[in-house]
């Protein structure tokens, strides 16, 4: 066999897989669009049982029900059972749970408590004016603790 053969025989196999490949998708689009008409036919029909549910129905709703339900056999016959899914989103599980290390609760350094009288300024939130007016002082945010006015008024 000689090379162009070889190579004529590889085309001719690559044409094939690519026309199956073609059908494949073909088929994969027509049940796309089967699903759709299937979704729309069941959305509208959805929609007219809602309306007479509430009491909201116009004169022609029982006759489009009908004609709905008949085009929803007819899709039925030619594409198989329609499956009809919850329109209820289950929310997703959120782990917010915190499993402390094999020591428990002495993985975490304890914080030094600050008496509740002491004012702590500068740490946290914006600094205030007198009048109770946020100033803007920039720079690193400082604090008083009862050990630094203790240590001042002792001197």
């Given at each position: ?120 300024t500068g740490g946290g939130g914006m600094p205030t004016s007198t009048g109770g007016i ?5 720079g690193i945010p400082t604090g008083s603790y009862s050990s630094d006015t203790e240590s001042e008024e002792s001197s």
């Amino acid at each position: 066999m000689g090379l162009m053969d070889k190579v004529k025989s590889q085309a001719t196999q690559l044409a094939e897989k690519a026309q199956q490949a073609g059908q494949a998708g073909q088929a994969k689009l027509a049940e796309v669009q089967a699903k759709r008409k299937g979704d729309a036919l069941l959305l509208e029909f959805g929609g007219i049982a809602y309306t007479q549910q509430v009491g909201r129905a116009d004169a022609t709703a029982p006759a489009r029900a009908a004609e709905l339900v008949d085009q929803l056999r007819a899709f039925e016959a030619e594409h198989g059972p329609i499956s009809v899914t919850s329109a209820t989103i289950a929310p997703a599980p959120v782990d917010c749970t915190f499993i402390p290390g094999s020591s428990g609760a002495a993985d975490t350094p304890e914080q030094p408590s600050t008496p509740a009288s002491t004012p702590v300024t500068g740490g946290g939130g914006m600094p205030t004016s007198t009048g109770g007016i946020p100033q803007s002082t920039g720079g690193i945010p400082t604090g008083s603790y009862s050990s630094d006015t203790e240590s001042e008024e002792s001197s």
